[in-house]
């Protein structure tokens, strides 16, 4: 099983906010980045947020990221419809692989 | 721009093997370390093994022994050798670009749309 776990969903109404928690250890999120993830059905993963709270180009403002101690956390505003997918974190763990998280599904109202 | 498209997937029975393969394009294949995850029916990803650029591996415990990543720098191809092969195996596999610094691979920031493994007698 993941080190790393996650709510298994959150949802709210389209325009409002959701907020997904990553909880780890101190040999993973304690002394290495966050990063997340979203995979929608079918497609290939997309990466949303990378050393903490940093967007790769492409992807909207909407989607923020914070990490404290031993756990990192994503924000989702002005929730879309086509923002319903699983979202994952992810770190190294010093055990010597990575790690994602046990996953979350967003589900738009 | 960057793309990764897996290949090899199929069905195949409990104990034999399956060589995945993964062609990368677009950017200096040879300088990236690269990532298999894998995703089985209803379950969350789960990392499977990676390569460094300078021929390091580590695998994730379930697959040490009997998987073996490989990558072909002249080639732009990476390749995931599966031997043994369990149902619990059955999943699609994805081949990642993976980013390393500050003494840790840091994330994967691109990824192949996937190969489905079916393994079933």
């Known amino acids: 099983q993941s080190v790393l776990t996650q709510p298994p969903s959150v949802s709210a109404a389209p325009g409002q906010k959701v907020t997904i928690s990553c909880s780890g250890s101190?040999?993973?999120?304690?002394?290495?980045?966050v990063s997340w993830y979203q995979h929608l059905p079918g497609a290939a993963p997309k990466l949303l947020i990378y050393e903490n709270n940093k967007r790769p180009s492409g992807i909207p403002d909407r989607f923020s990221g914070s990490k404290s101690g031993t756990s990192g956390s994503l924000g989702i505003t002005g929730l879309q419809t086509g923002d319903e997918a699983d979202y994952y974190c992810?770190?190294?763990?010093?055990?010597?692989?990575?790690?994602f998280g046990t996953g979350t599904k967003v589900t738009v109202l | 721009q960057v793309q990764l498209v897996e290949s090899g997937g199929g069905v195949v029975q409990p104990g034999t093997s399956l060589r995945l393969s993964c062609a990368a394009s677009?950017?200096?294949?040879?300088?990236?370390?690269m990532h298999w995850v894998r995703q089985a029916p209803g379950k969350g990803l789960e990392w499977v093994a990676l390569?460094?650029?300078?021929?390091?591996?580590k695998y994730v415990d379930s697959v040490k022994g009997r998987f073996t990543i490989s990558r072909d720098n002249s080639k732009n191809t990476l390749h995931l050798q599966m031997n043994s092969l369990r149902a619990e195996d059955t999943a699609v596999y994805y081949c990642?670009?993976?980013?390393?610094?500050?003494?840790?691979?840091?994330?994967?920031?691109?990824w192949g749309q996937g190969t489905l493994v079916t393994v079933s007698s």
């Open positions: 990642a670009r993976g980013i390393y610094g500050s003494g840790s691979y840091k994330y994967l920031d691109y």
């Open positions: 677009g950017f200096t294949f040879s300088y990236s370390p």
């Open positions: 101190s040999s993973n999120l304690g002394s290495n980045y």
């Open positions: 390569m460094s650029y300078d021929g390091n591996t």
């Open positions: 992810g770190t190294w763990d010093n055990s010597g692989f990575y790690a």
